[in-house]
């Protein structure tokens, strides 16, 4: 098992229940089920059209509960777009780190610890959307066609989804370690 | 997305608080947690050695919910201690499948449904403990260091642990699909 230092540059968090566009906040909570207050906390969700094998709207066990996004990621989507930045807020990130660039090639399994003893476990990449492109054309209305643009330039580059293994208090600024996964030498 | 089709050969619960050995029955109910009335049923756990990154006892989520061997690998591993067979009942399996000989290395993030609606997705190898080795000594007395010699002959042939993604009644004879995750084509 390789084991990584990361920083936590923002906290983010998704609490007008109308848009899926995050904000800053100096520290959260996480508990089991997700981020205390954020619009994709829960144990459950209902399925959606990343889930095509349960009708739309079942109850299914959330194993999107936080996302995390990398500054060198969003780096990389900003070049391949020719914008000047991309900001967390818009892909909807709970999570904005860096010192870890392959971020999104995370394999499933790996724990991503917390100075507090929280602790979350990866869930996989998150896969591509339409509504980050949208909320990006927005913030560079010169820039054509960003919103379907965004969907190739994005892609392994959109971080990971996340559930919580232990829960705990999360603070800008916090040193993570990241436990990557090796299936030769799988962790438990 | 491979998807291959295997049959449930039997349904296991251990509902003896002092015991990890499972029993058969005809049927079960798969809910958020695990099955309903197993040892293993809950959304979370206390840590224990396999999470060395927490303090042993430590609520944890829990991935190890419900617990699958397959046929083939309980044939192989009797092969390899030299003895006639190895039940699922010694190994504390849920679930005894057959028709899919490469379980153990279903990926993460895999899908196993059955005809009820009911699903699982798979959460990695169950990483080898040594009480089924003590188990098995017990049922075959005059074979010398089954307990210790388990160890080697279940490497990579224990099965999987799998969390429930969606509640419903399973069936012994239950024909199941396997929705074979591809980390280059992830689902989620």
Redesign the interface.
Known sequence: MKTSLAKVNAILIADTPEHFVTRKVSSGYLE?GGMRGDRHFG??RPSDS??P??PKG????N??QVTIVSMEDCEKIAEGLGVECISPEWLGANLFISGFPELTKLT??S?I?FPS?A?L?C???N?PCTYPGEEIQKHYQHHPKLASRFVSAGYKRRGI?C????PGEIFEGDEIQI?IND?MN???
Chains 1, 2 share one sequence.
Do not use: N
Not at 58 to 61: N, R, S
Not at 163 to 166: K, P
């Open positions: 089991f144990i459950t990343r889930q094998m349960f079942t109850e299914i066990f194993r999107r499933m399994g724990r610890l003893g602790g476990i869930m996989g990449e896969l989804v559930l919580v293994e232990r436990l299936f799988p962790m438990q």
